[in-house]
Nanobody, 115 residues
Framework: QVPLVESGGGLVQAGGSLRLSCASS????????MGWYRQAPGKQRELVAT???????NYADYVKGRFTISRDNAENTVYLQMNSLKPEDTAVYYC?????????WGQGTQVTVSS
């Protein structure tokens, strides 16, 4: 069983919106902080946003005010709502779970923003 499964990527015009989802098992989700990262071609993977088990959030400066991370503990899913998308947001977006015993990455979902 794949620990994390992302969905929701796609092609959107600049200024548009997308919502990414990352589904996990209850055994992982309930004890983990969750995060979204991204990797553009030729660049290192970078943090986008994180949400703690209690719901506290943290954002990279380049997405503040445009992206919102949230978690649904009943559905074992973390979301990334992305608004006012820019071409420089184009990347593969990865979900990550982190707890004291394990760390998992999803397979990634492509987001492409056209100008």
């Amino acid at each position: 069983q794949v620990p994390l499964v992302e969905s929701g990527g796609g092609l959107v015009q600049a200024g548009g919106s997308l919502r990414l989802s990352c589904a996990s098992s209850r055994s992982i989700f309930s004890i983990s902080a969750m995060g979204w990262y991204r990797q553009a071609p030729g660049k290192q993977r970078e943090l986008v946003a994180t949400v703690s088990r209690s719901g506290g959030t943290n954002y990279a400066d380049y997405v503040k005010g445009r992206f919102t991370i949230s978690r649904d503990n009943a559905e074992n899913t973390v979301y990334l709502q992305m608004n006012s998308l820019k071409p420089e947001d184009t990347a593969v977006y990865y979900c990550k779970s982190t707890n004291s015993w394990s760390e998992y990455w999803g397979q990634g979902t492509q987001v492409t923003v056209s100008s």
